[in-house]
Nanobody
Framework: QVQLVESGGGLVQAGGSLRLSCAAS????????MGWYRQAPGKQRELVAT???????NYGNSVKGRFTISRENAKNTVYLQMNSLKPEDTAVYYC??????????????WGQGTQVTVSS
């Protein structure tokens, strides 16, 4: 019954910025970790960023220094601020809610994804 809805994707020129939002409903938000992943055509889904329930963050190597993940627990929302966008950032971006159990990431729900296209 938990639902995640992404928004904020679109078309942007290289060097520009976008802010993605992921709003959760139907479950407890603040006790869970959240993440952003992306998938480009012909590629495996890859880590973009994660944020724990207490605010600790982790980033994929390709986005470090350019992207920032944050959360507002009162609004049940996680954000991804994307700056200095590059054409290779073009992908469908998915948010998830997950927990780490016994050292493994257990995904509780995926969003439907939002398309980000960066033109050169």
């Amino acid at each position: 019954q938990v639902q995640l809805v992404e928004s904020g994707g679109g078309l942007v020129q290289a060097g520009g910025s976008l802010r993605l939002s992921c709003a959760a409903s139907g479950g407890i938000f603040s006790i869970n970790d959240m993440g952003w992943y992306r998938q480009a055509p012909g590629k495996q889904r890859e880590l973009v960023a994660t944020i724990t329930r207490d605010g600790s963050t982790n980033y994929g190597n390709s986005v470090k220094g350019r992207f920032t993940i944050s959360r507002e627990n009162a609004k049940n929302t996680v954000y991804l601020q994307m700056n200095s966008l590059k054409p290779e950032d073009t992908a469908v971006y998915y948010c998830n809610v997950h927990q780490v159990r016994n050292g493994f990431m257990v995904v509780l729900q995926w969003g439907q994804g939002t398309q980000v296209t960066v033109s050169s």
